[in-house]
């Protein structure tokens, strides 16, 4: 019978709590509320990153093949694709060491010299021809190599898309707000916005929607002194880009 009595104190005192807590007094009160908000779009844009590497013992003539391949594999494209925007970029001579070997002692090291010389150079190749794109890139791969490639949004498509992003992070406050209005008795009414901080700390910062990668080095691999061959067209899915947004709202209730 006392644990009885003991368990209805405390619900008592429970429901006297809760009671007191949806009477607190929220005049005047200012609420931080964060809110998000996203917006999905295929994407559109394409950059590829082709290059050309050469391996010599006579410096020029590598970097003569070099010159001529690249020529050639910047011809392709403009034909495959002529609306597509070409960059070259990166161009290194580096020269090639033989391996060494460790000298008997008292031996002073050799001085180095390079038994070859390797040159090489990237092309960057962006294009809104995704339709286009395996053709390209199978056309410039009879002479270049796929050095990497990454799919994003073109800057119209962003800058169209803000307005949406925008939208959806608005509203997305104000649903907040709503909620926050119900749980505290008040209504959406009594709630007047204050501050709204898009940046939201900085933390979503974006960039024009396309993920643009640094060329990696060209992988060495012998090559023979032919014509461009054939080469199978490769498969690409460009997928979807997702742009996110975040800000923060002070909330001030009457």
């Known amino acids: 019978m ?7 104190a405390a619900a008592a005192l429970a429901v006297a709590g809760i009671a007191s807590a949806q009477t607190l007094p929220t005049n005047g009160a200012l609420v931080v509320v964060p809110a998000f908000g996203e917006v999905k779009h295929a994407n559109d844009q394409a950059v590829a990153i082709l290059a050309i590497e050469e391996q010599d013992k006579d410096k020029a003539a590598a970097a003569s093949r070099v010159n001529q391949k690249m020529k050639q594999g910047a011809e392709l494209v403009k034909k495959a694709d002529p609306q597509a925007s070409l960059k070259t970029q990166g161009y290194y001579t580096y020269p090639v060491y033989p391996d060494e070997r460790p000298l008997p002692n008292g031996q002073p090291p050799k001085a180095r010299v390079p038994t070859a010389w390797r040159v090489g150079q990237y092309l960057q190749v962006t294009t809104t021809s995704l339709d ?12 270049l190599t796929l050095n990497g490639i990454q799919f994003g949004l073109t800057p119209e498509t962003t800058k169209q898309l803000d307005d949406q992003r925008i939208a959806a992070t608005y509203q997305n406050l104000n649903e907040r707000i709503g909620s926050i209005a119900k749980a505290m008795g008040r209504s959406l009414g009594d709630a007047v916005v204050d501050t709204i901080d898009f940046e939201g700390s900085g933390n979503y910062a974006q960039n024009d929607g396309f993920a643009r990668a640094a060329p990696a080095p060209v992988a060495m691999m012998m090559r023979k002194n032919m014509e461009a061959a054939d080469v199978a067209e490769p498969s690409f899915e460009p997928g979807d880009m997702v742009l996110n947004m975040r800000l923060v709202a002070k909330v001030r209730f009457k």
């Open 132 to 143: 286009k794109l395996p053709k390209t890139v199978a056309a410039a791969q009879g002479i």
């Open 2 to 8: 006392t644990v009885m009595k003991s368990l209805a």
